[in-house]
């Protein structure tokens, strides 16, 4: 069983950035893709950005694409998530997940992904 944490989320003005981390416990990141994914108020869960096994590739959702950037940290056990250029529409509560299987490329849909963290909230103010 793996244990996903998220940190880093808080109230930002728009404009500004933010950091979120993944961190695991239960087993090691490095050879699990990762994703984050958001649910703002009132609306589905959707992805938001994702990292292959290796780190090699990595996708973003529209919205985020030029301002978000998700990375490895594996002396951190981590996975990292910059939001720069926030906005009110950033607001929402994220989410990690990873799946059971190793060494696979990007997982874009929640349906592959088998572990989630509880969520951080990121608050965008205008």
């Known amino acids: 069983q793996v244990q996903l944490v998220e940190s880093g989320g808080g109230l930002v003005q728009a404009g500004g950035a933010l950091r979120l981390s993944c961190a695991a416990s239960?087993?090691?990141?490095?050879?699990?893709?990762v994703g984050w994914f958001r649910r703002g108020a009132g609306k589905e869960r959707e992805f938001v950005a994702g990292i292959s096994w290796r780190g090699a590739r990595t996708s973003y959702t529209d919205s985020v694409r030029g301002r978000f950037t998700i990375s490895r940290d594996n002396a951190k056990n981590a996975v990292d998530l910059q939001m720069n250029s926030l906005k009110p529409e950033d607001t929402a509560v994220y989410y990690c997940?990873?799946?059971?299987?190793?060494?696979?490329?990007?997982?874009?849909?929640?349906?592959?992904?088998?572990?989630w963290g509880q969520g951080t909230q990121v608050t965008v103010s205008s």
């Open positions: 239960g087993r090691t990141l490095r050879n699990y893709a």
């Open positions: 997940a990873a799946p059971a299987r190793e060494y696979t490329t990007v997982l874009l849909t929640d349906g592959e992904y088998d572990y």
